[in-house]
Each structure stands twice: as structure tokens, then as C-alpha cells.
């Protein structure tokens, strides 16, 4: 996706990786720590509802469209930051 930005840096993997288990930990009403990035969407428990907040919510901090659809092809968080760290 070529120069990411987060807050006016360039956006790296750690940044984003830590946005995607944030967001994914605030919207299971859980603490980040019990968010394993290996694990699938689906068996973090987020329903198609929670997958647009999170698109939302990375579309925010990388300052691209996140399909939702890239959340089916990339199905848990490491698979979709390598996808949009491309």
C-alpha cells in the first residue's frame, strides 16, 4: 500500500499490529493482552458488525479503504497487517 501514515509517521508493523489487537480488544470488551494475533477473526468471536467497526477503525489509522472483504481473505490480524503493509 505504499507510504502508510499513523499521526503523521510512517505507519510500521508494530504500529499496526498493536492498533488492530486495540481496536479488536476494545470492541470484545476484553483486555489486548488475551487477543492472540494467529487467531482467526471468526474464533475471536467478531461477528460481521464488529468486522466493519474494525475496518473502520484501520481505515482511520492507515488512511486507506479496508474492504471488508479483506478481512475474509486475510483472516486474522497478522495475515491482514502483512496484507496492508503491502
Given at each position: 500500500?505504499?507510504a502508510?501514515?499513523?499521526?503523521?509517521?510512517?505507519?510500521?508493523?508494530?504500529?499496526?499490529?498493536?492498533?488492530?489487537?486495540?481496536?479488536?480488544?476494545?470492541?470484545?470488551a476484553?483486555?489486548?493482552?488475551?487477543?492472540?494475533?494467529?487467531?482467526?477473526?471468526?474464533?475471536?468471536?467478531?461477528?460481521?458488525?464488529?468486522?466493519?467497526?474494525?475496518?473502520?477503525?484501520?481505515?482511520?489509522?492507515?488512511?486507506v479503504?479496508?474492504?471488508?472483504?479483506?478481512?475474509?481473505?486475510?483472516?486474522?490480524?497478522?495475515?491482514?497487517?502483512?496484507?496492508?503493509?503491502?
Open positions: 500500500m505504499g502508510n501514515q499513523l499521526g503523521g509517521q510512517a505507519l510500521t508493523r508494530r504500529a499496526l499490529t498493536d492498533t488492530a489487537v486495540e481496536t479488536v480488544a476494545a470492541i470484545l476484553v483486555d489486548a493482552s488475551t487477543i492472540s494475533t494467529s487467531t482467526t477473526f471468526a474464533d475471536l468471536g467478531l461477528g460481521s458488525a464488529q468486522l466493519a467497526r474494525l475496518t473502520a477503525h484501520l481505515e482511520d489509522a492507515v488512511g479503504e479496508v474492504p471488508i472483504t479483506a478481512l475474509y481473505d486475510h483472516p486474522d490480524i497478522e495475515q491482514l497487517v502483512d496484507s496492508l503493509m503491502r
